[in-house]
């Protein structure tokens, strides 16, 4: 058996999270919309096509805001299209993932949509074969009062009153040579400035998230970051982080993913500390992590042009929500720098949401630590001092114990814990510092099978199981973590 201490001062803070970094992403891409959250003719849908089954589980995850409409979608899109009757809207090509786009369901549906999930709303700008005038007006059309042309079509359209969208993406990925109408980071850094200057001009209130590096693999990385970051440090709120994970066949190394985002974030934070000298300023650039997931992009097959094809369909393991906790663990130690991050995507592609074209909607594995580091992850995040067992993996010195301690404002504490090793590990807390705690529960993600995973003949495989709570009223305790888990451990503070 391994061993392992940890100490949660309850001074120690590293910031108090902000809502955002609950957030989801939704691209008209394979059937994240489409027979995702819009399925007219559903059996549970309800007048406006939307699927309320998945209503349901948006809701249970607690998202606060969505990113929409894309994603590599994005940068080929023209909102007009999406907007005013369906009859008369066009059928497209997609090119970004050779798909067929009907239209059916534009930035007025996913509004409507968003309010009955209880979602903000992270809309996004083309920055490939869009313009920056292009972006204006989309915030004209979403945003302004009434009395001009896109703000009338809008209330013509159905909606009289703003829909008021705070948050707004200029761009996506255009680091990537894959990006329709790629630029290198000269040329975005300047169109993107002018598309912030623009889209504030029209509504002084928004957010903006410039486009950072789409991996730390690319090779512009971070000169890329730096160069966005100089041209825009005036004008944008934050800077992007896109990084996904995948097991490239050993566990461990795949288990230890943590430790390669924490190196990425923290590489960037030193470069926006380098713009912030470089231009003597004073504000702190902010990140949003608009995309992370665990995706097996090995997996994917090339396919015929279609309307809204299943792909990107990952169907999770045990072993990958463990990945999984981890990566979000890893956005909570950082809330001091990262304000947003959005799981990619919702529903059906890469996703914690899978639904059957006419039937059920079911939890992947994944679905369940994001539900508890959406629901319990909201607070001040602590800085734990661990002492714990390490191992080497291919992302270097990896601890086998990862913890992340947030503060509730309703004096709880509540530890997330993911042990990595292959033995059970008894772990000491002292949580002295804040005086007499009871345990309220021991939640826990494992099992013999890594390979495990939900489908929908068996949609409840995997699932949390609960473990008796430490007895009585303490200040430091002892409670053991089964091999490969992820465990939520919750504390009241006595008065």
Known sequence: MKEAKLHIEKDFEISHTDDRLFS??????GRAIYTGIYEPGHPEADEDGFRTDVLK?????????VRYPGGNF??????????????????????AWKTIESNQFGIDEFYDWSRKAGTKIMASVNMGTGTPKDAGEMVEYCNFPGGTYWSDLRAKNGHKDPMNIHLWCIGNEMDGP????????????????EAAKIMKWVDPSIEVVV??????????????DRKVMEYTYEHADYLSMHRYYENQGNDLDFLASFVDMDSFIRTLAATADYVKAEKRGKKDFKFSFDEWNVWYQSKDEPHDWMEAPSILEDNYSLLD????????MTLLNHADRIKIACLAQLVNVIAPISTQKGGIAIRQTIFYPFRY??????????????KTPKIETKHGETPLLYTTAVHGDDDTVTLFCLNIGDEEMKVDIDLASFGSLTMTEHLCMDGDDLNAKNTFDNPNRVVPREIAPVAGTFKTCSVLLPKQSWNMLRFKVEK
Do not use: N
């Open 373 to 386: 580091l959406s629901q319990y992850g909201r607070g001040t995040v602590l800085q734990p001092v661990v």
């Open 24 to 29: 989801s992403f939704l691209e008209h891409l």
């Open 178 to 193: 894959w990006q329709i109408c790629h630029l290198d980071a000269d040329d975005y850094g300047k169109k993107a400035r």
């Open 321 to 328: 929500a463990l990945v999984f906790s981890g990566l979000g």
């Open 74 to 95: 994005l940068s080929g899109y023209d909102w007009k299209d999406g907007i005013g009757p369906k009859k008369d809207r066009p059928r497209r090509l997609d090119l």
């Open 57 to 65: 589980l948006v809701r249970e995850l607690h998202v606060d805001h």
């Open 211 to 224: 486009c950072g590096s789409s991996s730390r693999e690319m090779p512009t990385f971070p000169e890329w």
